[in-house]
């Protein structure tokens, strides 16, 4: 088997007026969760659809499954479950018939698997698409994805739609199918939908890829919130401390944002009598938005 499922070399699709997908070096391990990650408008849809020759590049090259999407090849195509941002389905069929066709497209399904997952998702399968809401086609498409035996699930902002609840059973489903080796790219532009499930994130901003790295070093670069009642007045200076900034005191609440490992300020606060102490998550999201603080061009 491949060791990389995905890969491009200078990847471009150019729409003009710096808008597009430029120059993507991306490279995508077999059993990888990838997350890509950036905001409406950055290239992340244009960058899936030249992986699926739904859209031709400008130039460059890509490699799925150890094939050019341009080859055509249905043994291919059949290995890999999609996912679009847009899911356009046909109004007049029930759930349960456009899930069984395009199972068919794969050479067939586990119809008890359709039947796991529907109930998972809490899915009417009987009930017809048209009187079905955003949400509940999202399911049609989740359901359609994860019941086929692929090598490859792209999904392009799977959780439109979904309520919270639904969205952590999706996580659940992402965490199965990496157990089973299966490869998955995961577009979003909500990075708290991607980090618990992803192996690496690609960050994408106005076309251009602006960083891959692992949601552990995410998590180094971000800040960690520690709100501490004191027995005294909060220290507002915390002499030799790197990574520690003063976000709050008044009297003895103390409010710090601590970047990276919290061991030495935790050693330091050692030193003063400590009342109560809450830590908040760390700041993913601020870190996230630091890469893409630029306008996109195309979704």
Request: glycine residues 12%; hydrophobic residues 40%; proline residues 4%.
């Amino acid at each position: 088997m491949d060791t990389v499922a995905i890969r491009t070399e200078g990847l471009t699709k150019d729409y003009g007026q710096g808008r597009g997908v430029f120059d993507l070096d991306l490279s995508i391990r077999t059993g990888e969760v990838f997350g890509y990650l950036g905001p409406n408008g950055a290239g992340k849809s244009t960058t899936i659809r030249m992986l699926l020759d739904m859209v031709r590049p400008t130039s460059g090259r890509a490699e799925v499954l150890g094939q050019d999407p341009r080859a055509g090849d249905p043994g291919v195509r059949r290995r890999i479950s999609y996912i679009p941002g847009e899911l356009a389905l046909w109004a007049g069929w029930s759930a349960r018939e456009v899930i069984a066709y395009l199972g068919r497209l794969h050479g067939g399904q586990d119809r008890a698997r359709v039947q796991d997952l529907a109930q998972r998702f809490g899915l009417d399968l009987d009930r017809v698409v048209a009187d079905l809401s955003k949400g509940n086609k999202q399911k049609v498409g989740l359901v359609s994805a994860f019941s086929v035996d692929s090598d490859l699930l792209i999904l392009d902002e799977p959780t439109s739609g979904l309520d919270p609840l639904l969205q952590v059973e999706f996580v659940h489903l992402v965490r199965e199918a990496a157990a089973a080796g299966r490869t998955v790219l995961l577009s979003s532009h909500v990075l708290s939908e991607v980090q618990h499930v992803a192996d690496r994130v690609g960050i994408i901003r106005g076309g251009h890829l602006v960083a891959v790295l692992g949601v552990a070093d995410l998590q180094a670069q971000s800040s960690q919130t520690i709100e501490i009642v004191f027995a005294h007045d909060a220290p507002t200076v915390w002499p030799g401390l790197e990574g520690v900034e003063v976000a709050l005191t008044d009297g003895p609440l103390g409010r710090y944002a601590v970047t990276g490992s919290v061991d030495a300020f935790l050693k330091a606060l050692a030193r003063h009598t400590v009342v109560s102490l809450r830590t908040h998550d760390a700041d993913l999201e601020q870190i996230f938005l630091g890469y893409y603080a630029d306008p996109g061009a195309v979704r």
